[in-house]
């Protein structure tokens, strides 16, 4: 079918190229025929409106028309395709474009089978003087017809597998086929669209940097002997727990050996301390290791207040301690904390005869 613009379409174009806006309202068929086609303001012998879609690409228009037989209760001969527009609401309808073909198409009744066909139409404008108009080719068919075509599997156009582009794909099925790839040479994540030699070396890469671990079972313990396993990620916070816990622990224990080797250090350091106020008939010895004290001696004489022993070194708290019976004496040793020796004699004997021996240990001050 041949495409023309007719005589009032190309005034009505003219005007849409100087900015005013074209609306396509309707498509009609016809059975008529005209030797002047250009100067046709309807189609001759209307038949049927068709559904139509207009796509602006620019200046250019492309129109697509919709023929079905669905309602049709004759048949008729198509001859004649009309395509209407306006710039505007309020002014009628005009006919634009008008394609013909003498000999015609015949357009059958439903009952006769379904039919379906697409008329598409190209308006290509350069200028108010260069409006074209072209067409796709086609013809009418029988939907029965047409679902028995496309539903051949005997290849009827003898369509060729370099023409499709399956000269270059392995005559199997996708889980049958063999690829071929090399190990990539960076550790890469796989992406979408990449061939399957990429994908397989990439792959390959991944599993080759993992070694045996790739292969491996997880286990989620510290038990386990069996070959062929690596452990659970969740172990290393159970085991940094136990290193924690065992630090601790640590610095408790080298804390006390601390204190201790200070207090062995105290302890070792030894000294004579001074005992002063002593009468001739006593005699007394201070030793002191550290803060520890030890008195040792024995009294004779008399040690009331009035003749108390003075030590150099006093103790941390008061002291009472029985003196050692020596010749039938008894009798009691007090130490305060000003570091004052008093002794009570008790018993037999007396400052003459017998004496009492004194050891006597504290913590100084």
Request: charged letters at 20%; proline letters at 2%; aromatic letters at 6%.
């Given at each position: 079918?041949?495409?023309?613009?007719?005589?009032?379409?190309a005034?009505?174009m003219?005007?849409?190229?100087?900015?005013?806006?074209l609306?396509?309202?309707?498509?009609?068929?016809?059975?008529g025929?005209?030797?002047?086609?250009?100067?046709?303001?309807?189609?001759?012998?209307?038949?049927?409106?068709?559904?139509?879609?207009?796509?602006?690409?620019?200046?250019d228009?492309?129109?697509?028309?919709?023929?079905?037989?669905?309602?049709?209760?004759?048949?008729?001969?198509?001859?004649?395709?009309?395509?209407?527009?306006?710039?505007?609401?309020?002014?009628?309808?005009?006919?634009?474009?008008?394609?013909?073909?003498?000999?015609?198409?015949?357009?059958?009744?439903?009952?006769?089978?379904?039919?379906?066909?697409?008329?598409?139409?190209?308006?290509k404008?350069?200028?108010?003087?260069?409006?074209?108009?072209?067409?796709?080719?086609?013809?009418?068919?029988?939907?029965?017809?047409?679902?028995?075509?496309?539903n051949?599997?005997?290849?009827?156009?003898?369509?060729?597998?370099?023409?499709?582009?399956?000269?270059?794909?392995?005559?199997v099925?996708?889980?049958?086929?063999i690829?071929?790839?090399?190990?990539?040479?960076?550790?890469?994540?796989?992406?979408?669209?990449?061939?399957?030699a990429?994908?397989?070396?990439?792959?390959?890469?991944?599993?080759?940097?993992?070694?045996?671990?790739?292969?491996?079972?997880?286990?989620?313990?510290?038990?386990?002997?069996?070959?062929?396993?690596?452990?659970d990620?969740?172990?290393?916070?159970a085991?940094?727990?136990?290193?924690?816990?065992?630090?601790?622990a640590?610095?408790e224990?080298?804390s006390?050996?601390?204190?201790?080797?200070?207090?062995?250090?105290?302890?070792?350091?030894?000294?004579?301390?001074?005992?002063?106020?002593?009468?001739?008939?006593?005699?007394?010895?201070?030793?002191?290791?550290?803060?520890?004290?030890?008195?040792?001696?024995?009294?004779?004489?008399?040690?009331?207040?009035?003749?108390?022993?003075t030590?150099?070194?006093?103790?941390?708290?008061?002291?009472?301690?029985?003196?050692?019976?020596?010749?039938?004496?008894?009798?009691?040793?007090t130490?305060?904390?000003s570091?004052?020796?008093?002794?009570?004699?008790?018993?037999?004997?007396?400052?003459?005869?017998?004496?009492?021996?004194?050891?006597?240990?504290?913590?100084?001050?």
């Amino acid at each position: 079918m041949d495409y023309i613009l007719t005589n009032e379409g190309a005034a009505l174009m003219t005007k849409a190229v100087y900015g005013k806006d074209l609306i396509f309202t309707k498509a009609e068929t016809g059975d008529g025929y005209t030797a002047s086609p250009a100067a046709l303001k309807h189609v001759i012998g209307k038949q049927q409106e068709l559904t139509m879609n207009v796509i602006h690409e620019g200046s250019d228009l492309k129109i697509t028309c919709f023929l079905t037989n669905h309602q049709l209760e004759e048949g008729y001969m198509l001859k004649q395709l009309g395509i209407y527009a306006k710039l505007s609401e309020e002014e009628e309808d005009t006919l634009v474009i008008v394609g013909q073909q003498y000999s015609g198409e015949q357009v059958h009744p439903f009952i006769d089978g379904e039919a379906e066909y697409e008329f598409t139409i190209l308006m290509k404008a350069s200028g108010t003087s260069s409006i074209t108009v072209e067409s796709g080719a086609g013809s009418l068919a029988l939907k029965k017809d047409l679902n028995a075509h496309t539903n051949r599997q005997d290849n009827p156009h003898n369509v060729t597998a370099k023409q499709l582009g399956l000269d270059k794909v392995p005559n199997v099925r996708t889980s049958e086929q063999i690829p071929e790839f090399e190990e990539a040479e960076v550790k890469e994540n796989i992406e979408s669209g990449e061939t399957l030699a990429i994908l397989f070396g990439k792959i390959k890469r991944w599993l080759s940097s993992l070694k045996s671990g790739a292969f491996s079972r997880s286990v989620n313990n510290c038990t386990t002997t069996e070959e062929g396993t690596v452990l659970d990620g969740r172990q290393g916070k159970a085991l940094q727990d136990e290193i924690e816990g065992l630090k601790e622990a640590d610095s408790e224990i080298n804390s006390k050996i601390t204190t201790i080797n200070s207090k062995l250090t105290a302890v070792s350091t030894f000294s004579y301390g001074a005992v002063t106020n002593v009468n001739g008939d006593n005699w007394l010895t201070l030793v002191k290791y550290g803060r520890l004290c030890i008195l040792t001696g024995h009294v004779k004489g008399n040690m009331s207040n009035t003749h108390k022993a003075t030590l150099q070194y006093r103790p941390l708290y008061h002291i009472e301690a029985p003196g050692a019976s020596d010749g039938g004496l008894e009798g009691l040793f007090t130490l305060d904390t000003s570091g004052y020796l008093y002794a009570k004699k008790t018993g037999g004997g007396d400052a003459g005869g017998g004496a009492l021996r004194v050891c006597i240990s504290y913590i100084t001050q």
